[in-house]
């Protein structure tokens, strides 16, 4: 089965992750913005992946643009973030929002990305700040967990193995 890594990245963790599974899985990795709809046509498996930003996964619009033609094929996501959704339902909220009761049966994996406010712009440095302020408020033991980077290679292993299944049949 020909598979393709599809990714959005803010500030490169998406892209560094895609690239990785990628490698692991021997496919190309393209940008969303590079993609075409008769490049993606020539795909069975496709892996999408994007960062999460105001708690939104910002492949939705990607997804649906291009319903007509991922609906017939086998899908899986990720999304990164500085703090990835920890429950089950958190995970559900994300999942909803991002596509709207589309492709329900495709996994959808949640991996860390990289906190580094030098790289951020004005913006996002104002909510990242705000975003701190309010974790150290309600819940202070997990401020270092969240201002870690979070890059991890091996965080793509369920990813993979996902579309290993998926080429067993």
């Given at each position: 089965m020909k598979k393709i890594v599809i990714y959005k990245s803010k500030y490169?963790?998406?892209k560094r992750y895609a690239l990785c599974i990628a490698d692991k899985l021997i496919c190309d990795a393209v940008s969303m913005d590079a993609i075409s709809p008769e490049k993606?046509?020539?795909y069975d498996?496709?892996?999408i992946g994007s960062h999460?930003?105001?708690?939104?996964?910002?492949?939705s619009g990607f997804v649906h643009t291009y319903a007509d033609i991922l609906k017939n094929?086998?899908?899986v996501f990720f999304a990164v973030g500085a703090m990835p959704p920890e429950t089950p339902k958190e995970q559900e909220k994300l999942r909803a929002e991002a596509l709207d009761n589309f492709l329900t049966d495709a996994p959808l994996y949640y991996l860390k990305g990289v906190w580094n406010k030098e790289d951020m712009t004005f913006f996002d440095r104002l909510?990242?700040?705000i975003a701190e302020k309010a974790i150290l408020k309600k819940f202070p033991e997990k401020l270092a967990e969240f201002k870690e980077s979070g890059f991890n290679e091996s965080a793509?292993?369920?990813?993979?193995?996902s579309v290993q299944e998926i080429e067993k049949g």
């Open positions: 490169g963790a998406t993606l046509n020539n498996i496709i892996i999460i930003r105001m708690f939104k996964i910002c492949f094929k086998k899908i909510i990242a700040n793509i292993a369920p990813i993979t193995e």
